[in-house]
């Protein structure tokens, strides 16, 4: 049945009774949360499949903020007929098969799909980054210390996870009631089928936690037509890279115990020693490229030595990869593209995550997007900064173990025919061509914060993504299709849902501050800011909920297409429009996130990673020139949030 969802993970701990916790080792772990991780994964709503007419009404109401009336009535009439004909016998299927798979999501499988079939490369694509804020102490910036303190948090947040002792993800939407022990003593003795709703009282949203079994010993693995997900928790090693070359080396004991912190560090400094030049085919170059073709250089690989294949099994079956660069770049752009690309040698992009760190101790996670989103991720890697620049485990100080590192690290060899070692060349200058492709700036903006923007009772979001909606329309004169990235890890095996942001309220609030001919005062734009932040919010909050229209639409759509016709509602040239992503974003504030990005989506579009913290407001944007002009943007997304700030400081913007 391919609707069975690909989430369960051999040796997981997610379906069992058993009580791991007083197996482990206290040094072994983060904290011991009272409540246990999986508390509450059993009793998590459903993710609603939303009514087929407010699907159809709000596609229409984001359809019409980007087509010309005549366009808008075809799309109209196309709605109609969708409604009257295909589209209510798609959704009572989906409806009927959603009831039949209580274990998962309706978007589930569709999204793996969509994210495994794809052949296009992972690198720029799909694997985002998001980079570590520096840690206050320059002695924990070297690059061994941190690397090591880094790597004994990671399998700290590991096992404390597989001990079913972290702390489970919860929204609280009143930290200070919910946030507490109380709520926690409380939660704890609800039983598992009721727990969520216990919370709930408390206005407490236990979240999804279904993706952590794949955070570790994880890979995608490229197979023709659709890539796999593959997990091996039983794999005891960490996978280096460095200068091209592979290594391995033990980081959990015969008994699954962190090997002590200081012999792990003797093991990286090995490493880092090694002198051996680049390798002159580096079988990283093959991750890189198209799908298809690194499936068949795959098998190639697999059959051009006895041991190959065992030594692919030992990189896809590693608890992470971690990555060290022998460079100090310092530039923001240069620091983007060593994190979200880097040289196409030094990284294997197939791994659940890349932990990244440059020779100046600059840290970032690059990973793999199909097996799970930034929830999950943002989770470990707070957990990760959070311990490691407060409770580090080694110094510069810190005592050489006792231990022959040269009996412990292995470096991985291949034997390559001459068919990879032509491919390896061909993969390296694509994606040397790749990379070169992509065009990248960023903004770091002081002027006003997240703190202000409440101050004026607007959401510092909706401000935000109305100065992405300005900046574009003053750069190109017309509004483009949006896409806000928003979790929808409330509800069992959520995903994402799409906030369309560019709305009717944000074209008329552009048109007040950008066209000639309008003559609005102060109190004409701060109203049209207030009703962008009041819809823009609605529409947050009901994709948030499951109720935007973007993910039943592809639900129905990959129905349709499983059942071999598409209805002519997904022909419509609209429907595609509305679905050419020109403004990709997304974004996330945390203290431990410097910065982050990833690729546009589409050749004529940008993609936007933003934050708006007290400390700054802070763009980060990508393109593929000469489609477009990422400077240009910047420039404009500059221009927007003075604007912005002019009408909050009561004054007129100049035109
Ligand atoms: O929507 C989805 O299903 C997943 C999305 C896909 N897409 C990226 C295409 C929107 N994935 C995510 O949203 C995860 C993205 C994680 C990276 C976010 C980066 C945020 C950057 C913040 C820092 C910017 C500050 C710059 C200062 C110079």
């Given at each position: 049945n391919s609707y069975r969802p690909q989430t369960k993970v051999a040796g997981s701990r997610e379906d069992s009774k058993i009580n791991y916790s007083t197996l482990v080792a206290d040094k072994d772990l983060l904290h011991k949360s009272i409540v246990p991780t999986n508390h509450f994964q059993w009793s998590l709503p459903r993710l609603p499949v939303p009514k087929l007419e407010d699907t159809c009404q709000r596609y229409l109401k984001s359809q019409q903020v980007i087509l010309s009336d005549q366009e808008y009535s075809k799309t109209e009439a196309a709605v109609k007929q969708f409604l009257s004909g295909d589209g209510p016998v798609l959704h009572k299927e989906l409806v009927a098969m959603d009831k039949e798979n209580k274990q998962t999501s309706y978007i589930s499988e569709p999204w793996f799909e969509m994210y495994l079939a794809d052949?296009?490369?992972?690198?720029?694509?799909y694997n985002p980054f998001i980079a570590f804020t520096d840690d206050s102490k320059p002695e924990n910036m070297n690059q061994l210390v941190r690397a090591t303190n880094m790597v004994v948090s990671s399998l700290r947040f590991m096992k404390t996870y597989r001990a079913n002792l972290l702390e489970p993800d919860i929204f609280h939407l009143y930290p200070e009631k919910s946030d507490t022990l109380q709520f926690r003593k409380f939660v704890r003795l609800l039983p598992r089928a009721v727990s969520f709703y216990g919370a709930y009282w408390y206005k407490a949203f236990p979240l999804d936690?279904?993706?952590?079994?794949?955070?570790?010993n994880s890979t995608r693995i490229p197979r023709h037509e659709k890539d796999q997900l593959f997990t091996d928790v039983t794999a005891k090693h960490l996978l280096v890279l460095r200068n091209g070359h592979f290594y391995i080396f033990d980081v959990l004991d015969k008994n699954g115990s962190i090997v002590a912190p200081n012999v792990i560090m003797s093991h990286i400094n090995y490493i880092l020693e090694?002198?051996?030049?680049?390798?002159?085919?580096?079988?990283?170059?093959?991750?890189?490229?198209?799908r298809d073709k690194w499936a068949s250089n795959r098998i190639q690989l697999a059959n051009a030595g006895v041991m190959n294949e065992k030594t692919l099994k030992l990189i896809d079956n590693a608890v992470f990869a971690l990555i060290l660069d022998d460079h100090s770049p310092t530039d923001p752009n240069e620091i983007t593209r060593t994190f979200l690309?880097?040289?196409?040698?030094?990284?294997?992009?197939?791994?659940?995550f890349q932990l990244i760190l440059t020779k100046d101790g600059r840290a970032a996670v690059n990973f793999e997007h199909a097996w799970g989103d930034g929830v999950a991720v943002l989770r470990y890697f707070n957990e990760v900064w959070k311990e490691t620049t407060t409770k580090p485990f080694v110094h510069l100080t810190t005592p050489k173990a006792m231990v022959d590192s040269s009996a412990h690290v292995q470096h991985l060899d291949f034997m390559l025919d001459p068919i990879l070692r032509e491919n390896i060349k061909i993969a390296k200058s694509d994606f040397d061509r790749h990379v070169k492709s992509v065009g990248l700036d960023h903004l770091e903006y002081q002027t006003f914060n997240k703190s202000y923007i409440k101050k004026q009772k607007l959401s510092p979001d909706s401000v935000l993504q109305l100065a992405i909606q300005l900046a574009y329309t003053r750069q190109y004169g017309k509004t483009a299709a949006t896409y806000e990235s928003c979790s929808?890890?409330?509800?069992?095996?959520g995903r994402t849902e799409t906030v369309r942001s560019a709305t009717m309220a944000t074209k008329t609030a552009c048109d007040l501050f950008l066209n000639p001919k309008k003559n609005p005062t102060v109190a004409d734009l701060r109203a049209a800011m207030l009703e962008c932040s009041n819809i823009h919010s609605q529409l947050t909050k009901e994709a948030a909920m499951g109720q935007g229209f973007d993910r039943h639409l592809f639900a129905l759509k990959h129905l349709a297409q499983n059942k071999g016709s598409l209805p002519d509602f997904f022909k419509d040239p609209s429907y595609a429009k509305l679905n050419h992503i020109i403004l990709s974003t997304s974004t996330l504030s945390s203290p431990a996130v410097v910065i982050g990005g990833f690729g546009a989506v589409?050749?004529?579009?940008y993609g936007v990673g933003y934050a708006v913290e007290d400390s700054r407001i802070g763009f980060n944007v990508t393109n593929y020139p000469p489609a477009t002009d990422v400077h240009g943007f910047i420039n404009c997304l500059r221009q927007s949030l003075d604007d912005i700030y002019t009408v909050f400081e009561g004054k007129l913007p100049k035109k």
């Open positions: 052949r296009r490369p992972l690198v720029i694509n936690m279904s993706q952590y079994p794949r955070l570790f090694d002198k051996r030049p680049p390798p002159e085919y580096p079988i990283a170059a093959l991750c890189t490229g198209n690309h880097g040289d196409g040698v030094n990284r294997w992009f197939d791994k659940s929808t890890a409330a509800f069992r095996h589409t050749p004529d579009g």
